[in-house]
C-alpha cells in the first residue's frame, strides 16, 4: 500500500484493504477490430497475479496512472479486485483518433480480449463517472452474459442531453472538457489545464462560438467543430453516440450514484426509470454532490467497491439493500437519507404556485380580466450571469441569489413562510405564459429557499431555449413555456419562503441566445429582447412542485 493511497482511502472512507502489495502491469496491447491497439495496464493482488479471476473493466479517455490509476487500479486491487485500465483510442499512447463517445465498438471488442487472457475467468465489471460511466452503457446492451456488473456514477446513456440542455449549448462545461483534453497530454498538463482554465471566462464572451477550439486551445479541434455543427440528437454525430435505446437490454446489475447538482442527473434519472419500469436490477443513490466534487468522487468509489465485490465475488456484505437512497437536502433537523423504493416517490402529490402581482407566488390561480405582466429586458451583450447551480468544475453549487436577483433583467416571485416543513422529492417543472419582443429567447427559471435572514439560496434550476423546441404559441400572440427544472430531494424549512426565479439567461452556463435567429454558433450580431410574463386569469404561469407524504420513505444512515 503507497502512503497516497492509504491517506485516500481514509479521505474516501473506503473498507479496509485486503492486501498492501499490489503490482501493475502496464502497456497491455489489445487489437480492436479494425487493427488498432489500444494500451491497458492490470492492477492485480501480488498473491494473486497468477489466478484465473473477474476483472474489473475501466476505459478512460484521461490516461492510465497518476490519479486514474491510483484511485481505480491500485484502491480496487487493494480491497479484491483485479482491475484493468483501457486508454480510449486516441489516448495516451493509444492507436487510432480519438472520437468522443463513440465507444461501442472498442468496448466489445475489449471485452473479447479479456475474456481471452489467461489471468481472467468469470463475469466481468465495470466502475466509473462521467464518460467513465458512458463506456459502460456503450457496451451493456451487447455485452451478454460475460458482463456481470456495472457501477455507474454522475453519468447518463447518452450526452447530447446535456450537451444542449433545453436547446441550448451548455457552454461553460463544454468549454472546460475542451481545454481539459486538449490540454492533457501536454508536458506539466495540469499547469496548462489550470492555465488556460484561468483565461477561459474571458473567452466565452468571444465570438462566434465555432471559433472557441481556436481561442481555447491555439488550433482547430475537429470533434468539437462536428459536434457544434450538429446539434440535433438525431443527427449522424449524435445518433451513434447514443445508447438510451440499449438500456432496458442490459441485463447485468446495474448500480447508479449521482449527485443533487450534477450536471447529468435528469438524464441519469431518465435511464434508472427505464431499468425500474423494465424490472431489472437497479440501485440508486443521489446525495449533495457536483460532477467533479470530492464527497461525489468518494462515495462513488466507496458503492461502486460494494457493488462489484457482490457482483463479481459473491460478497454482499457492504451493500445495502435499499434500491433507492437520497439525501435530501435544506432543514437540518428534517433533512437527512431517505430509502424509496421507487422514482418519482408513489405517494407525491403536486404542489402548484400560481405567479401573481408584486413579485407573489400564490396557491390559488389567478382570476379576472386579462391584466399586464412583469417585463424585463434581455440583452445578450450584458447576459444575465449564472451563479451557482450544475456545472462540470463547480465546487459551489449553492450560493446566495441576491445579488442575482437585484438585476433589472431577473424577476422574481416569493410565497408566504410556511407554516409547516414542506418537504419536495421529486420532479419539479414550470409553466410560464410569456410575451416576447422576438420568438428566439431563452427562459431559465430557479426554486430558490429564502430563509428567515433573506437569504435566497437556489435549490434547482433549468434553461428553455423557445425558438428551438417547439412551444406553443396562443393566439393572443404569448407563448406557453413549460419544461421540466432538476429534480429535488428538498426540505424547505418552516418559516422559509419558496421563491421562483425568472430570467432569459445563464451565462456562462449557458451560451447566450443571440435574439435574432441566427445559429448561436456562428453568430456575430446581439439583439435585446423585450420579456413579458404573465401571470393572468387566461395565462396561469405556474411552478409545480411534488410534495412529499410520509408513506414509502424511510430514514436510512448515510452513504
Not at 483510442?89 to 489467461?118: H, K, M, N, V, Y
Not at 439560496?457 to 393566439?475: K, P, S, T, Y
Not at 441566445?513 to 439583439?527: H, K, Q, V
Request: hydrophobic fraction near 40%.
Amino acid at each position: 500500500m503507497s502512503l497516497a493511497s492509504e491517506i485516500l482511502a481514509r479521505r474516501m472512507r473506503l473498507p479496509r484493504a485486503q492486501t498492501r502489495e499490489i503490482v501493475c502491469e502496464p502497456d497491455l496491447r489489445a487489437a480492436m477490430d479494425d487493427g488498432a491497439v489500444l494500451l491497458a495496464d492490470r492492477w492485480v493482488a501480488r498473491a494473486q497475479r497468477a489466478r484465473h479471476q473477474p476483472t474489473v473493466l475501466v476505459r478512460s479517455p484521461y490516461g492510465r496512472r497518476q490519479g486514474v490509476g491510483l484511485i481505480f487500479g491500485r484502491l480496487l486491487a487493494e480491497r479484491g479486485l483485479q482491475v484493468v485500465i483501457q486508454s480510449v483510442r486516441g489516448t495516451f499512447g493509444s492507436e487510432g483518433t480519438f472520437s468522443p463517445f463513440d465507444e461501442r465498438a472498442d468496448g466489445l471488442a475489449t471485452l473479447r480480449w479479456i475474456e481471452e487472457q489467461p489471468w481472467h475467468r468469470g463475469p466481468i465489471g465495470m466502475i466509473g463517472p462521467s464518460y467513465l460511466g458512458l463506456v459502460q452503457w456503450a457496451v451493456g446492451a451487447d455485452a451478454g452474459a460475460e458482463l456481470g456488473g456495472l457501477a455507474i456514477q454522475f453519468s447518463a446513456s447518452q450526452f447530447h442531453a446535456q450537451t444542449y440542455a433545453g436547446g441550448s449549448l451548455s457552454l461553460e462545461t463544454t468549454a472546460s472538457w475542451l481545454v481539459i483534453v486538449a490540454e492533457q497530454e501536454r508536458r506539466a498538463a495540469p499547469i496548462a489545464i489550470a492555465r488556460t482554465l484561468r483565461r477561459l471566462p474571458r473567452l466565452l464572451s468571444e465570438l462566434p462560438l465555432a471559433d472557441l477550439d481556436e481561442l481555447a486551445t491555439g488550433g482547430r479541434v475537429d470533434w468539437y467543430r462536428d459536434s457544434m455543427a450538429h446539434p440535433l440528437r438525431d443527427d449522424t454525430f449524435w445518433g451513434v453516440r447514443d445508447y438510451t435505446a440499449g438500456v432496458t437490454k442490459v441485463t447485468a446489475p446495474v448500480q447508479l450514484v449521482g449527485g443533487w447538482y450534477d450536471i447529468f442527473l435528469p438524464w441519469m434519472l431518465e435511464d434508472f426509470c427505464a431499468l425500474q419500469a423494465a424490472g431489472l436490477s437497479v440501485q440508486l443513490i443521489v446525495g449533495p454532490w457536483t460532477h467533479t466534487g470530492p464527497g461525489g468522487a468518494s462515495a462513488g468509489i466507496r458503492e461502486g467497491i460494494a457493488w462489484l465485490r457482490a457482483q463479481l465475488l459473491g460478497d454482499s456484505r457492504l451493500v445495502r439493500p435499499a434500491a433507492i437512497r437520497l439525501l435530501v437536502t435544506g432543514e437540518r433537523s428534517g433533512g437527512g437519507w431517505r430509502e424509496l423504493e421507487s422514482w418519482p416517490p408513489p405517494d407525491i402529490s403536486e404542489y402548484r404556485l400560481w405567479l401573481g402581482d408584486h413579485g407573489r407566488l400564490e396557491e390559488l390561480p389567478p382570476r379576472g380580466a386579462p391584466a399586464a405582466g412583469d417585463r424585463y429586458r434581455y440583452d445578450p451583450s450584458d447576459p444575465t450571469p449564472s451563479l451557482g447551480g450544475p456545472v462540470l468544475l463547480g465546487r459551489r453549487p449553492v450560493v446566495d441569489n441576491r445579488p442575482l436577483e437585484a438585476r433589472s433583467d431577473v424577476l422574481t416571485y416569493t410565497a408566504p413562510a410556511l407554516q409547516s416543513p414542506l418537504e419536495a422529492i421529486g420532479p419539479v417543472r414550470v409553466e410560464l405564459f410569456v410575451r416576447a419582443g422576438s420568438p428566439f429567447f431563452d427562459i431559465f427559471a430557479r426554486v430558490c429557499d429564502v430563509d428567515a435572514h433573506g437569504t435566497s439560496w437556489n435549490v434547482c434550476d433549468a434553461l428553455a431555449r423557445v425558438g428551438a423546441n417547439g412551444f406553443e404559441q396562443l393566439r393572443d400572440g404569448s407563448w406557453r413555456v413549460a419544461f421540466d427544472l432538476w429534480p429535488m430531494g428538498h426540505r424547505f424549512a418552516a418559516g422559509h419562503r419558496v421563491r421562483l426565479q425568472v430570467s432569459s439567461g445563464a451565462h456562462p452556463r449557458y451560451a447566450r441566445n443571440p435574439g435574432n435567429g441566427e445559429d448561436p454558433m456562428t453568430a456575430t450580431a446581439l439583439r435585446a429582447v423585450d420579456i413579458e410574463i404573465l401571470h393572468d386569469e387566461p395565462h396561469p404561469s405556474q411552478l409545480i412542485l411534488p410534495r412529499s407524504g410520509d408513506s414509502g420513505l424511510t430514514r436510512s444512515a448515510g452513504a
